[in-house]
């Protein structure tokens, strides 16, 4: 007999489990839909909610029997209601009409809005004491702070959607807060992790957007490429598990098998380990604190043959040692970071910029931030908003002669 007791799963697959899925549309969202649909006598949908892709959304609504839809995109709200005409499904449209979406009475919240746009739906989730499996970085590094303080002032389950974060929780089950040394978020290296800093400077976007594991949107892509999307999970890390900067380690993991792994006072190194698709710790989230069989490819370590691991260059990828800058430096600093880098990004896409001047305007951004002494602690969604909202316009402003300054 195990020394290990296991869960009685079926229990838990008895009782029907209601769902809400923020940003149904996007690739997280696709992941999370793909779970229900393979499972439908265990779960319910609540509520969906898209930014503009009303096509897609009112497809979801119809083979779900959503309860409640909402998108972003209030010029859109006509065609959802035709598009809904005949159904039982309510419909909404706007900003308070996805925050709606957050606050309906759904046991299991997936918020994978993305952008600033998704903290307040997520916070509404929150407030009402729901299991939040997060998908959305900027709740965590725009917001981590209160966010987590509501959380736990609400009774709310806070489950991290993000394989990385993923890992880091199911590996920190091995032992006790006092017992832990560091945890080691893993990352790809992306598609320029050989280059020489000068050819990723010159980066194209057909380039930038050839991950050599991961198939995600756009924007993601195009962080992995610069690691600015490590940095981001290294502020998500220290606000979700109450960690120090110097309590997370980032290791380059060409392979993309280990997610992550937990150090403890022992020297046991617990890691998880899985093929590289997002259903598997959206699968954890979603049945916990069961299990549920997930569609990922089986693990098979003898034709993978070998697992290596680097350490990350930071004249490469220099948006990484930037997170660890702004995660010292606190008061607001992480928001910085993140709306500054979504400016970048998108002149990056538009063509405006070259790929290398995606951490100088990030850099800039921050410098400029903190020369102007408007650190404060942020108490509130409004607050942060308030400082992503300053940050991308400062962003845009320093953007011309960041794109004029050579390498």
């Known amino acids: 007999m195990s020394a290990v007791p296991l869960r009685n799963n079926k229990a838990a697959a008895s009782a029907v489990r209601s ?27 609540e509520a969906l909610t898209a930014n503009g892709n009303v096509e897609a959304l009112a497809k979801l609504a119809k083979e779900f029997s959503a309860r409640f839809v909402a998108i972003a995109d209030t010029s859109k709200f006509a065609e959802l209601k035709a598009a809904l005409a005949g159904t039982s499904t309510e419909c909404g449209a706007g900003e308070s009409a996805v925050i709606e979406a957050g606050a309906r009475p759904a046991d299991w919240v997936m918020a994978a809005v993305s952008g600033a746009a998704g903290l307040k739906p997520a916070l509404a989730a929150v407030d009402r004491g729901a299991h939040v499996a997060l998908a959305n970085k900027e709740c965590l590094v725009c917001a981590g702070d ?37 945890v080691i978020i893993t990352a790809s290296g992306g ?35 610069s690691m600015m999307n490590k940095g981001l999970e290294v502020i998500e890390a220290s606000y979700l598990f109450a960690l120090s900067p110097d309590e997370i380690d980032v290791l380059v993991h060409p392979q993309s098998i280990i997610h992550g792994m937990v150090e403890f006072s022992d020297r046991s190194v617990v890691a998880q380990l899985g093929s590289p698709d997002m259903r598997t710790p959206i699968a954890h989230c979603l049945g916990w604190p069961d299990r549920i069989k997930g569609p990922a490819a089986k693990l098979d370590l003898a034709k993978i043959g070998q697992l290596t691991f680097e350490a990350p260059d930071f004249e490469r990828f220099p948006g990484l040692r930037l997170a660890y800058d702004s995660l010292r430096t606190g008061k607001g600093a992480t928001t910085v970071y993140n709306a500054a880098n979504e400016i970048a990004v998108a002149a990056f896409i538009a063509g405006k910029i070259r790929f290398g001047a995606i951490a100088r305007l990030v850099e800039a951004t921050l410098e400029d931030w903190i020369r102007g002494g408007n650190q404060t602690p942020l108490t509130s969604a409004d607050d942060a908003i308030s400082v992503d909202h300053v940050a991308r316009n400062r962003a845009a402003a320093l953007l011309p002669q960041i794109a004029l300054k050579a390498s």
């Open 146 to 182: 209160f966010f987590m303080q509501r959380a736990a002032k609400a009774g709310a389950c806070i489950l991290p959607a993000d394989s990385e974060h993923n890992a880091l929780f199911q590996a920190l089950g091995s032992g006790n807060r006092d017992e832990l040394v560091r």
């Open 191 to 225: 598609p320029f992790r050989t280059w020489k800093p000068v050819d990723i400077e010159q980066a194209t976007l057909a380039q930038a957007l050839k991950h050599p594991n991961w198939s995600m949107g756009q924007k993601i892509t195009i962080d992995s490429a």
């Open 19 to 45: 769902v809400t899925v923020l940003g149904a549309t996007g690739s997280i969202g696709d992941s999370t839909m793909d779970l229900l649909r393979a499972s439908p006598e265990r779960y319910r949908v």
